[in-house]
């Protein structure tokens, strides 16, 4: 059974950075496209970036591009998002989604993905 841990998050100031970890167990790695998704409460879960071995593909959220990184360590099962010059409106809950089966089309989708994780918490103040 796919299980994800996600670890990392946490309270900085704006124009900081955090860096959030997703472990995945229970299944090969590298089979799987990796991605983050985040809540704030009362809105839908939106996309924030998604990393495909299998289709090479890296995508992001027009509202994260070129302050937010994720990548990849097979080795280490481990899916990384690097976040800088954070914002206010970059607080939520972050999630780790998981999927061997999603379509190229549909890495953006939260209906992509099938395993997800308990959510870290990540608090920009102003």
């Known amino acids: 059974q796919v299980q994800l841990a996600e670890s990392g998050g946490g309270l900085v100031q704006a124009g900081g950075s955090l860096r959030l970890s997703c472990a995945l167990s229970?299944?090969?790695?590298?089979?799987?496209?990796m991605a983050w998704f985040r809540q704030i409460p009362g809105k839908e879960r939106e996309f924030v970036a998604a990393?495909?071995?299998?289709?090479?593909?890296?995508v992001y959220a027009d509202s994260v591009k070129g302050r937010f990184t994720i990548s990849r360590d097979n080795a280490k099962s481990t899916a990384t998002l690097q976040m800088n010059a954070l914002k206010p409106e970059d607080t939520a809950v972050y999630y780790c989604?998981?999927?061997?089966?999603?379509?190229?089309?549909?890495?953006?989708?939260?209906?992509?993905?099938?395993?997800w994780g308990q959510g870290t918490q990540v608090t920009v103040s102003s």
């Open positions: 989604a998981a999927s061997s089966t999603v379509i190229l089309s549909q890495l953006r989708s939260r209906s992509g993905y099938g395993y």
């Open positions: 229970g299944d090969t790695f590298r089979r799987y496209a």
């Open positions: 990393n495909s071995q299998r289709h090479g593909s890296i």
